[in-house]
T-cell receptor, first 112, second 115 residues
Framework: QQQVKQSPQSLIVQKGGISIINCAYE??????FPWYQQFPGKGPALLIA?????SEKKEGRFTISFNKSAKQFSLHIMDSQPGDSATYFC???????????FGTGTRLKVLA | GAVVSQHPSRVICKSGTSVKIECRSL??????MFWYRQFPKKSLMLMAT?????????EQGVEKDKFLINHASLTLSTLTVTSAHPEDSSFYIC???????????FGPGTRLTVT
């Protein structure tokens, strides 16, 4: 019940295309859902996060869509660029512990 | 965003020795720090949560006598891998939080290789 399932495991997108990564959770106590970007050999960096009281949040080219009833959320990267090539992790957290449960990661490659 | 540093960035040690990794929050007071371990091409696994001035809380399956965590100040936490063995080789990442909030700020990670 503590797992966060992430798909796809890897993704190849043409430059300018839309990259879509999906996550699903079971624990209804989760109420904070961040997305992180990680380059090889580096720590993860926060991209965008959402609370369950909104269905969508957009920051620049990054958009989170959130479906509370389905317990799913997704990251959309618009106008994908080669510099976006990295591994992306979704995570979930709950009030009280504030611990992150990470998804399994998606390796994105954007072709020039 | 807030800045978190780790030192060293890379360390190689011999089997049986101990190694200490530092995690510092540079521009805010980190009431809570988290330590993660990441294997190649895998996700981040939470090892422990530490609150300033308190004993760390370890996740199930993490040996607290092997992975000693100290969080003595609001800007510094240390992870000591004791009697390291090759299977302890991994990428260790810390994160810092102001406490009672969701946002975690991650350090750049430390690559530990045990020979």
């Amino acid at each position: 019940q503590q797992q966060v399932k992430q798909s796809p495991q890897s993704l190849i997108v043409q430059k300018g295309g839309i990259s879509i990564i999906n996550c699903a959770y079971e624990n209804t106590a989760f109420d904070y859902f961040p997305w992180y970007q990680q380059f090889p050999g580096k720590g993860p960096a926060l991209l965008i996060a959402i609370r369950p009281d909104v269905s969508e949040k957009k920051e620049g080219r990054f958009t989170i869509s959130f479906n509370k009833s389905a317990k799913q959320f997704s990251l959309h990267i618009m106008d994908s660029q080669p510099g976006d090539s990295a591994t992306y992790f979704c995570a979930a957290s709950s009030r009280g512990t504030y611990k992150y449960i990470f998804g399994t990661g998606t390796r994105l490659k954007v072709l020039a | 965003g807030a800045v978190v540093s780790q030192h060293p960035s890379r360390v190689i040690c011999k089997s049986g020795t101990s190694v200490k990794i530092e995690c510092r929050s540079l521009d805010f007071q980190a009431t809570t720090m988290f330590w993660y371990r990441q294997f190649p091409k895998k996700s981040l696994m939470l090892m422990a949560t530490s609150n300033e001035g308190s004993k760390a809380t370890y996740e199930q399956g993490v040996e607290k006598d092997k992975f000693l965590i100290n969080h003595a100040s609001l800007t510094l936490s240390t992870l000591t891998v004791t009697s390291a063995h090759p299977e302890d080789s991994s990428f260790y990442i810390c994160s810092a939080s102001a406490g009672g909030v969701y946002e975690q700020y991650f350090g750049p990670g430390t690559r530990l290789t045990v020979t």
